[in-house]
């Protein structure tokens, strides 16, 4: 009896072993006796996978095998696999992995025969105003426990917001990976769904509605019975100072609280809540609840921290602490902000500032305040 899962599973042993030649979808649509666009069609339906997608995952897992198994040069291996050079062959080696081929080379893996790669999502192109169109997706391999968020076409007016969150830059392309990470699973998920959004929000090209996050963290923070603070830009906004927030950034004062923080809110994770103890805090993530909230985590030699210390007010009739004016203040002569800086300046009724606008000291809250 025909079935289209034999024709499928014929397609994959045709591209296995031709997978070193120079494939193309004529060839493999005469040899099948289907029409290019009817196969492309069945096979996507069928494997929820593109065609060309999986010719090129393919080739890329072929190759990676040989730079696991061999010592052939990366060179050869690239030339032999159909790509005119070394370069092209790494963008599209990092697109698959998330890594180069010649960190590929060096890691202690499972054999690539047994990984799975599959494109989570395309979770669309969106259009920087007055830029080309931003492609933006997940990728995850399984049995690695990896996966990837990545970003092409990326006009040059938004790479500075790429790397300043750690995105590894491939000519207009940008990648962010990550490697055995604990519930990995949410973060793919979430930013499947609400990457393109966050994305947007964070280069401000749509309004984040950041008070709708705060209600909904507030309501989730309160069934945890632990103490935190609001930082940022939101906080800003909470003092009544007026500023325009792209997410609401969080500080749990203890670092005691990390565990029972990180498993309430890492089912909202889109980056996920990791110890990172040898930087200035000694944890940090990012959730998405209709905007980005970041959480970070004082550093453990500060504890205990004196709530005291910070500003208070009543929002929407639940008291909130949030950084006091001077913190702010600091914060943003840190990052080189001196509009903001008057502002804050004019809020607490003081002279505007003759203070330089560099850093002399790194900032306690660099990796969180903005």
């Not at 500060?302 to 709530?307: A, G, K, S």
């Not at 008057?342 to 009724?349: N, Q, S, V």
Request: hydrophobic share 35%; proline share 4%; with cysteine.
């Amino acid at each position: 009896m025909f079935s289209w899962y034999d024709e499928v599973q014929k397609i994959k042993a045709w591209i296995d072993t031709n997978i070193e030649g120079n494939i193309s979808l004529a060839q493999l649509s005469s040899y099948m006796g289907y029409s290019p666009y009817y196969l492309s069609k069945k096979f996507h339906e069928l494997e929820g996978i593109p065609l060309k997608e999986y010719i090129l995952i393919s080739r890329i897992q072929h190759a990676a095998a040989r730079l696991h198994e061999t010592n052939d040069r990366i060179i050869d291996i690239a030339l032999s696999h159909g790509y005119s050079s070394q370069e092209a062959f790494s963008r599209a080696f990092m697109k698959v992995y998330g890594i180069t081929p010649w960190s590929y080379r060096k890691l202690q893996k499972p054999s690539p025969s047994a990984e799975k790669c599959r494109l989570l999502h395309s979770v669309g192109r969106t259009k920087p105003r007055g830029g080309m169109d931003m492609k933006i997706y997940v990728k995850q391999m399984y049995d690695w426990n990896y996966y990837a968020f990545i970003a092409e076409d990326v006009d040059e007016k938004y790479w500075d917001y790429f790397r300043e969150n750690l995105w590894w830059q491939i000519g207009n392309s940008f990648i962010r990976s990550y490697d055995n990470v604990r519930d990995f699973e949410y973060c793919a998920e979430n930013f499947t769904k609400y990457g393109e959004t966050a994305i947007k929000q964070q280069l401000k090209l749509v309004a984040a509605p950041w008070e709708n996050a705060l209600d909904r963290f507030i309501t989730e923070i309160n069934k945890l019975d632990v103490d935190w603070y609001v930082h940022g830009s939101a906080a800003m906004a909470l003092w009544g100072i007026d500023v325009r927030p792209k997410d609401v950034n969080i500080i749990i004062p203890n670092y005691s609280d990390f565990d029972k923080v990180r498993d309430h809110f890492c089912k909202f994770a889109i980056r996920p809540i990791e110890r990172c103890e040898n930087w200035v805090m000694s944890g940090y993530g990012e959730i998405f609840m209709e905007a980005v909230i970041g959480i970070a985590f004082h550093n453990k030699e500060l504890e205990p921290y004196d709530m005291s210390r910070l500003g208070k007010i009543t929002y929407k009739g639940t008291e909130v602490y949030l950084s006091n004016m001077e913190m702010l203040r600091q914060d943003n002569i840190d990052f080189n902000r001196p509009e903001r800086v008057k502002a804050i300046e004019e809020k607490m009724g003081i002279k505007s500032s003759d203070t330089p606008m560099d850093i002399k000291n790194p900032p306690i809250l660099r990796f969180i305040g903005r």
